[in-house]
């Protein structure tokens, strides 16, 4: 195989970011040398396809090729919602059939497990239910970070960067945002071109207006806009805060300034241009059912989130929700226990713990999301929760050696784990181990390093007093909160099962 090379291929799978992946054997050179199966990513082709590539890049046992047709449509190939979901590197199966999203999503969990994780086959599909899907998979995310940028005539654009690029595509309507957004877009290009208000430029770190990120509580209908200015001001912002106030819903206009030059979207620095520095919504705790598959029957009990414009917040509330009580059901509370959330961001989970166990600790490494989750405890008169500000694998150690001094019992019931993509650190897996709760709850937002670490939590292990036990998986619920892209969220139940000598 070699650049520029043009063959036809059948689809069969998806990469992880998006692109087809077909299979090609390569013939034997000579009859003692085996057939070669030969890996051709090809970006804009889905499951299904039979497409014509030319070869771009080869290596030894897979090539990056390019699509130059589309001989026979998959079966499964949609017309994408959003006209520009090929260029734009947000949405990268947007060209699949949702179903077919979703059926992707579930193998790739059970194949990491396997492949990854070592785990029975047999076991995995026995307690991995069925993935639980969007009712509507568009206009679900609750944020949209806008980049602001100069079109070819020199006139301020707001858009998304190409895939791997950092050139805007013009867009003021995402598919899977909120469709109230196209309107604050367009007001604020209105108001840069009557001020001259210059657009950010990346390349000479020159210009002001950088990015919008425009928030929306589902429930409370409340729209935050932060402006991110490359300085500490925008000219006439009495005129911008005319034009923006009265559109529906908003109340809350800020600036943030990032005079920085690398990728990172916000600066520190905040300034409330008019109304509320945050905006709240609420997220309902569901009972969880199963019969073929989960289901959320409303319980009236809710808790409600202030989230200010630097927190993390999850972006699609309405699986959130689903995730969180998935969460909760597999913590199986009564009222007794002492429970852990790791990465707690602004007290999400440890809130909805909160609200069934006797006391819950959370974990944050972020100072700014662990002062909210102090204020959400307070919003929801809940009592029993601690925060603390730190690392994960600097705070459990530090837990442990306290109460080791103390001899006493680690008096743990449940440890929620809710770590970024990189998975859980050694040290924090080590602890874990050493308090030994009854049961462990991993919430992952990447099935491949969620399957390393729990390989490690499910090794064989010893207690003090020299008795074996090891965790057993339990349950296994993937959760789509990121319809039309190839991430997948999953929730795991394991328990702590006491080896026979
Ligand atoms: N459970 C929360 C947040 C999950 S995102 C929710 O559902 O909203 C992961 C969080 O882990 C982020 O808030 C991030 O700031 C935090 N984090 C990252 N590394 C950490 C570490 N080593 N120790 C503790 N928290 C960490």
Redesign the pocket.
């Known amino acids: 195989m070699k650049k520029d090379d043009v063959l036809q291929l059948t689809i069969e799978d998806i990469g992880s970011d998006g692109e087809g992946i077909g299979h090609i054997d390569l013939s034997a050179g000579s009859y003692d040398e085996p057939q070669r199966r030969y890996t051709i990513f090809v970006k804009d082709a889905v499951i299904g396809d039979v497409v014509t590539v030319k070869i771009m890049k080869a290596l030894q046992s897979f090539a990056y090729a390019k699509l130059v047709s589309i001989d026979k449509p998959s079966p499964d190939r949609v017309e994408p919602k959003c006209p520009i979901a090929a260029q734009c590197g947000g949405c990268q199966i947007q060209a699949l059939d949702y179903n077919k999203q979703l059926e992707f999503k579930q193998k790739k969990v059970m194949n990491d497990l396997v492949r990854i994780g070592g785990f029975d086959e047999s076991l995995i599909s026995e307690i991995t239910d069925p993935i639980i899907g969007m009712e509507d998979p568009y206009c679900y995310r609750n944020k949209e970070q806008v980049p602001v940028g100069t079109d070819k005539d020199g006139n301020p654009v707001t858009g998304f960067y190409a895939s791997h690029t950092h050139s805007i595509v013009p867009m003021t309507s995402c598919a899977i945002g909120d469709p109230e957004n196209d309107l604050i877009l367009n007001t604020i290009l209105d108001y840069m071109k009557a001020e001259n208000v210059p657009s950010y430029d990346e390349k000479t770190g020159a210009g002001l207006l950088r990015h919008i990120l425009i928030r929306s509580g589902v429930y409370s209908r409340e729209v935050m806009i932060c402006l991110v200015v490359n300085g500490d001001s925008l000219p006439s912002e009495e005129k911008l805060v005319e034009l923006l106030r009265v559109l529906p819903f908003v109340t809350s206009i800020s600036i943030n300034t990032n005079k920085s030059r690398g990728n990172v979207i916000l600066g520190r620095k905040l300034r409330v241009l008019w109304g509320e520095e945050s905006i709240v919504d609420t997220l309902h705790i569901y009972k969880v059912e199963y019969e073929e598959t989960a289901h959320f029957i409303p319980t009236g009990e809710a808790v409600n989130f202030r989230i200010s414009p630097l927190s993390?917040?999850?972006v699609n509330p309405k699986q959130?929700e689903k995730l969180y009580s998935i969460v909760l059901e597999y913590c199986r509370l009564n009222g007794h226990e002492t429970a852990w959330?790791?990465?707690?961001?602004?007290g999400?989970?440890s809130l909805f713990l909160a609200k069934h166990a006797k006391e819950v600790y959370g974990?944050?490494?972020?100072e700014d999301?662990v002062r909210d989750a102090r204020n959400n405890a307070r919003l929801n008169n809940i009592e029993n929760v601690e925060f603390e500000t730190?690392?994960?694998?600097d705070v459990l150690p530090a837990y442990v050696d306290r109460h080791k001094s103390e001899h006493r019992k680690h008096p743990v019931d449940v440890i929620v784990v809710?770590?970024?993509r990189k998975g859980l650190?050694d040290v924090t897996i080590g602890v874990m181990l050493a308090m030994a709760p009854p049961r462990i709850v991993y919430?992952s937002c990447d099935p491949a390093t969620m399957s390393r670490d729990l390989k490690k939590l499910t090794a064989a292990q010893k207690d003090a007093a020299g008795n074996e036990f090891s965790y057993k998986l339990q349950r296994v619920q993937p959760v789509d909160q990121f319809g039309h892209t190839v991430h997948v969220e999953t929730v795991v139940l394991m328990s702590r099962v006491e080896n026979q000598p």
């Open positions: 993390f917040y999850q959130t959330d790791l990465y707690c961001g602004i999400t989970i974990v944050e490494s972020v999301a730190g690392r994960a694998e809710d770590p970024p650190d919430v």
